[in-house]
T-cell receptor
Framework: RKEVEQDPGPFNVPEGATVAFNCTYSNSASQSFFWYRQDCRKEPKLLMSVYSSGNEDGRFTAQLNRASQYISLLIRDSKLSDSATYLC????????????FGAGTILRVKS | DVKVTQSSRYLVKRTGEKVFLECVQDMDHENMFWYRQDPGLGLRLIYFSYDVKMKEKGDIPEGYSVSREKKERFSLILESASTNQTSMYLCASTLGVQPTGELFFGEGSRLTVL
């Protein structure tokens, strides 16, 4: 079983739609959680951290469910520019800063 | 603005050739990482370094070695390239050893081994 699993998609949605992605992780000792965004042929960039209480950044909302070991990302009012691959990232404290990446979920927003 | 620079964006090599991928960061970060990214598999950690001349194996170190002679530079070496090492290679850096989550990536080096 992969340590971090995501639905690869693609999720094809119209502009203005609300879309949600889930990500499950297998290691219950995982401590920190993040969403990264990767545009086509570009490097990944941090989108947002995921806090236990949930957090929001504009149109983006991230949630953590430790009991069920998943995190989610909700995007409201989708824009064409939101089209990208969204990577779920989980950190388990070991020596050094080890982050485990999911394979990513592809989002395509269409006009 | 933070900057991680990888020396080559695209490389084509032949099986058995030695390959050097170089990465330089200008943020005075302690930690540097080499990942490879393949479709359906995500990013997988090859090696990382938390200090000059220090290195640690990641999840898939076989067939690779690294060098960190200066804080700002972290090199990935393929001693004898093979076709299964065709991939996108991403270098990243981060400050400190706490899992802050913010890795700064270079633009990637797409390697094709024929």
């Amino acid at each position: 079983r992969k340590e971090v699993e995501q639905d690869p998609g693609p999720f094809n949605v119209p502009e203005g739609a609300t879309v949600a992605f889930n990500c499950t992780y297998s290691n219950s000792a995982s401590q920190s959680f993040f969403w990264y965004r990767q545009d086509c042929r570009k490097e990944p960039k941090l989108l947002m951290s995921v806090y236990s209480s949930g957090n929001e950044d504009g149109r983006f909302t991230a949630q953590l469910n430790r009991a069920s070991q998943y995190i989610s990302l909700l995007i409201r009012d989708s824009k064409l520019s939101d089209s990208a691959t969204y990577l779920c990232v989980v950190s388990t404290w070991e020596y050094g800063n080890k982050l485990v990446f999911g394979a990513g979920t592809i989002l395509r927003v269409k006009s | 603005d933070v900057k991680v620079t990888q020396s080559s964006r695209y490389l084509v090599k032949r099986t058995g050739e030695k390959v050097f991928l170089e990465c330089v960061q200008d943020m005075d970060h302690e930690n540097m990482f080499w990942y490879r990214q393949d479709p359906g598999l995500g990013l997988r950690l090859i090696y990382f370094s938390y200090d000059v001349k220090m290195k640690e194996k990641g999840d898939i170190p076989e067939g690779y070695s690294v060098s960190r002679e200066k804080k700002e530079r972290f090199s990935l070496i393929l001693e004898s390239a093979s076709t299964n090492q065709t991939s996108m290679y991403l270098c990243a850096s981060t400050l400190g050893v706490q899992p802050t989550g913010e890795l700064f990536f270079g633009e990637g080096s797409r390697l094709t081994v024929l």
